[in-house]
């Protein structure tokens, strides 16, 4: 053994023996993994959590925050939404979110669907437009022309995107209590109007597919909710599947697994089948080869996103077999599985916190909220899914993938637990969200993360729709 690989030995076991007696005190662990990273080791320092606004528990006992409205248009510190899961949203140019509609209570605690929209500027909340009323209908106006009269009607879990000149498109989304009353309308929101783009102005419309890979003014998905969605470099916009959805001819919503592409004109039906869903329905394939045949089961409330070579990408989900924690990749003309099980209800292996490992595994789940850094990692937290003891409930870990392995960055590793919030406006890396699903989450330009409401744990450990935002440093 040459001299500098004894030297290299001898500082790594130091590190070793340094590293076991930090995690075994609690004293001295950011050092060490400083240290490890120091030395070309893969780790990650520990994320910074900060409340940053809402409400860390129900001080008003009606079990859901309530909002403060304020006046249409105008900023101010003192706004916020109401408590809500399942809202749609965007981040625009201006590294804005926008957030639409959601199930919660309006200010005067009546509990329904929402289509009110928010524009949260980093600091502040304005209620932009939309009813401050729950179940409000909306208004079509005439298809094609934006008009200041126009918003699309309550509802829960529509597929979003924001096309290359910064304008907002919604799809779909259901109004009505236990998946029904299922949209299949298109919008797109310019920054002042809505305009109803294409799309029956009817609920309960079950899809025309048409002929396969063949665009056409008469198609369009059926109603549904829980699609995944992307829009790639020429501005097609994709969704896939649903967690109840319309097919061509059966009248009640159910999962499904076809993959649509609207061109700005036409929706082309573009894979998988016309047919409902049901129990073990995918085919994975050979892991890593991509297939003509190969399609994910039938599912939705996935996390999807867009790699640089346009690539579609999708995570997990709900299905009638459970929650996954299957990798898919759609290159445009096949599907890839990509990594994690065919099997549903997979449990989570967490190893060290801010350790990668190949021996990791990210928990099945449906629901959650993830995005891409701008690295190019993926970042998902939360969502309906099973912890690190096999257990179902509503989740609060955040995980980092790199492309090849997974890392625990933060949160617990059990479900339904209680949020440690800290002070508002202070970070720390003990402090994270309580347990929830169908939070709202985006990634701003200097790669923090923020999250934003959802149904889950508060900080007494009340199961309640949440209204807090926070902000989290990698």
Sequence with gaps: MTLLKQIRKNIYAVFFLFFLFSCSNGSGGNSALALLALLGGSSDLPAEWTWISGRSFDALGGGYGLG?????GVADPANFPGGRQDAMQWIDSSN?????????????????????????????????????????????????????????????????????????????????????????????????????????????????????GIANAANFPGGRQGAAGWIDSADNLWIFGANAGLEESFGTPSTLNDLWKFDGTNWTWVAGPKTIGGPGDGNWGTINVPAASNIPSSRGKSISWV??????????????????????????????????????????????????????RIGSRGNGIGGKLPNGRIWIFGGFGVDANGDSGQLNDLWIFDGKNWTWKGGTNLVTQAGNFGPKGKAGTSYYPGGRFGPSGWTDSRGNIWIFGGQGIDANGNNEFQNDLWKVRL
């Excluded at 403060?68 to 249409?72: A, D, L, M, S």
């Excluded at 949260?120 to 932009?128: C, L, R, Y």
């Excluded at 699309?152 to 597929?159: D, F, I, K, L």
């Excluded at 709900?318 to 924690?325: A, K, Q, V």
């Design 68 to 72: 403060v409205y304020g006046t249409k």
């Design 96 to 212: 804005q979110l926008w957030l639409f509609g959601g199930i919660g209570r309006d200010p005067g605690t009546g509990f329904g669907r929402l289509n009110d929209l928010w524009k949260f500027d980093g600091t502040n909340w304005t209620w932009v437009k939309g009813a401050n009323t729950v179940n409000s209908a909306g208004a079509y106006g005439t298809k094609g022309v934006a008009d200041p009269a126009n918003e699309p009607g309550a509802r829960v879990s529509g597929t979003t995107w924001v096309d290359s000149s910064g304008n907002l498109w919604l799809f779909g989304g259901c109004a009505g209590i236990n998946s029904g009353d299922c949209f299949s309308d298109l919008w797109k929101f310019d920054g002042i109007n809505w305009t109803w783009v294409a799309g029956p102005n009817t609920k309960n419309t079950n899809g025309v597919y048409g002929t396969k």
């Design 307 to 360: 790699d640089s070579s346009d690539n579609l990408w999708l995570f997990g989900g709900s299905s009638y077999d459970g929650e996954f924690n299957d990798l898919w990749k759609f290159d445009g003309t096949n599907w890839t599985w990509k990594g994690g099980s065919n099997s549903a209800n997979q449990t989570g292996i967490y190893g060290k916190k801010n350790i990668a490992g190949s021996q990791n």
